[in-house]
Nanobody, 121 residues
């Protein structure tokens, strides 16, 4: 009923940039929080950044000053601009959205399928 589809991952050299995008579709009344998480091999999934409906943002300390999250409420999309990438940013990046499918219903968490980001020379 609700789908999140990510795009934009890939291989980039250290110091390079990538832009991830995530589009939500389906039965959507309102999207509250939207965010990006990542999971590196052998590690737990961690929060990278999130953005509220009114575009308040929060970032993990490890990405502050390098990553920028933004959203388009009209298009139900969220993006993550990643600059000055480091090898330790290598991970599968997941989009998450907290979505109310209909008016008066409690919002639920939805996840994308993940997109690989590899930072290597």
């Amino acid at each position: 009923q609700v789908q999140l589809v990510e795009s934009g991952g890939g291989l980039v050299q250290p110091g390079g940039s990538l832009r991830l995008s995530c589009a939500a579709s389906g039965s959507i009344f309102r999207i509250n929080l939207m965010g990006w998480y990542r999971q590196a091999p052998g590690k737990q999934r961690e929060l990278v950044a999130f953005i509220t409906y009114i575009s308040s943002t929060n970032y993990a300390d490890s990405v502050k000053g390098r990553f920028t999250i933004s959203r388009d409420n009209a298009r139900n999309t969220v993006s993550l601009q990643m600059n000055s990438l480091k090898p330790e940013d290598t991970a599968v990046y997941y989009c998450k959205a907290v979505i109310a499918s209909r008016a008066g219903t409690s919002p639920a968490d939805y996840w994308g399928q993940g997109t690989q980001v590899t930072v290597s020379s």
